[in-house]
């Protein structure tokens, strides 16, 4: 069975950091492209970044461009969202989803599988 997990949230002051975890299991990742998402209360979920299947390429949304940094680790079948100078708009619950395939594309819908989400609070 396809399961994503995300660990890693918390509360954090503003211009802290927090380090997200994501563990897959019942897929291979190397043929996954993972994306990291946010939703606010009362907002729509939005893409935050995305790491190819190699992890050759990746993307950021223009919001937390120089402030976040995502990675991967096939072997261990996890993906990290390092997140430096956290604000207090960066607060919501963080969500990783894979999309069959090897490159980054935009639109929530293309994903197929979701984690249960990890919150993410930033204090002013």
């Known amino acids: 069975q396809l399961q994503l997990a995300e660990s890693g949230g918390g509360l954090v002051p503003l211009g802290g950091s927090l380090r997200l975890s994501c563990v897959t299991s019942?897929?291979?990742?190397?043929?996954?492209?993972i994306g990291w998402f946010r939703q606010a209360p009362g907002k729509e979920r939005e893409g935050v970044s995305c790491i190819s299947s190699s992890g050759g390429s990746t993307k950021y949304a223009d919001s937390v461009k120089g402030r976040f940094a995502v990675s991967r680790d096939n072997a261990k079948n996890t993906v990290y969202l390092q997140m430096n100078g956290l604000k207090p708009e960066d607060t919501g619950v963080y969500y990783c989803?894979?999309?069959?395939?090897?490159?980054?594309?935009?639109?929530?819908?293309?994903?197929?599988?979701w984690g249960q989400g990890t919150q993410v609070t930033v204090s002013s």
């Open positions: 019942g897929l291979n990742l190397d043929y996954y492209t």
């Open positions: 989803a894979a999309d069959y395939g090897p490159y980054c594309q935009d639109g929530v819908w293309r994903y197929d599988y």
